[in-house]
């Protein structure tokens, strides 16, 4: 069995919780990949570093690796992602972050977390990406997402005009601060906190929702995601903020922008016991009665 570790950056006070990661790993003689950066922050002990083979980029994973574990909170899941690319190599996210929508499992379940990736009991999500196209090249070798697509204005820049349609058809200009695509997965994160649906992650959907728009009677629209959603922007600044999940780049207003359901998906692991709705349950205390 391969299993190839990353973080985008522990504390010191992190490195315990690593250190039994690996010493579990080692237990049942687990080929392990661990990203470079954390080989160069911590000191492993010998027995350790000698099983250990560090990996700096995408290309040093391939698709014998059985699982890719992130340690980190879902930014880093995030980041994940954009090294896994279409490899299909499943992921299993470990919550050293905060809220953790993503990377549900906490790091006190490190030891039984391993038990289930050895022991092959735990389940497989899958998950739709979005796809950006574009005129110009952006975003390198991952022009994808996990949570969502945005565009939105500058600084103090005023509102932008969005002209949307779906497979070339019209649909609405927004007035806005921004727009977001989001896909299933994502609907919890930005798409929420700007009043959008949650959905299902097996819904098959994109939602559309605009950031601070000017028109109260605009709302949320939830559309297939076999739609291909392409967009026309004015605004009196020169530039707009492209983002995709928590990259951005700054394009000019003119730029030619669409997105659509990538052709590849990623594959999310979790324990039998943290299905969707548990999930919603405890990091958003639904069905908690707090006057009690």
């Known amino acids: 069995m391969k299993v190839a570790i990353y973080s985008r950056g522990l504390d010191f006070e992190q490195e315990n919780p690593l250190l039994l990661l690996l010493e579990d790993l080692t237990r049942y003689d687990i080929t392990i990949l661990l990203f470079h950066q954390l080989m160069e922050q911590f000191t492993l002990p010998q027995h350790l570093y000698e099983k250990v083979i560090p990996f ?97 204005k500058r600084d103090v820049s005023p509102m932008v005009k969005i002209h949307t349609y779906l497979n070339g058809e019209f649909l609405n200009t927004y007035w806005a601060d921004g727009l977001i695509v989001s896909t299933p997965t994502g609907s919890t994160g930005y798409n929420m906190s700007c009043n959008g649906p949650i959905l299902f992650p097996d819904s098959s959907s994109f939602v559309i929702t605009p950031v601070a728009p000017h028109n109260l009677n605009v709302r949320s629209i939830v559309v297939p995601d ?36 990538e052709k590849f ?28």
């Open 265 to 292: 998906g990623v594959n999310l692991v979790r324990l039998n016991e943290n299905s969707f709705l548990s999930t919603l349950r405890t990091k958003l205390t639904w069905g908690l009665d707090k006057r009690n």
């Open 226 to 261: 076999t739609n291909v959603i392409s967009f026309e922007v004015e605004s009196r600044a020169d530039q707009v903020i492209c983002a995709l999940d928590a990259r951005r780049e700054i394009v000019n207003k003119t730029i030619q922008l669409a997105v659509r359901r």
């Open 56 to 152: 700096h980029h995408s290309e040093d994973l391939d698709a014998e690796i059985d699982c890719m574990i992130s340690l980190g909170g879902d930014g880093t899941l995030l980041d994940t992602v954009t090294l896994v690319r279409d490899k299909n190599i499943p992921i299993l996210g470990i919550n050293f972050g905060r809220l953790g929508f993503l990377a549900s499992i906490s790091k006190e379940d490190l030891s039984s977390a391993v038990d289930s990736l050895v022991n092959h009991t735990y389940l497989v999500d899958k998950r739709t990406l979005i796809h950006l196209d574009s005129d110009e090249k952006l975003f390198g070798e991952t022009p994808f997402a996990l949570n969502e697509f945005a565009i939105h």
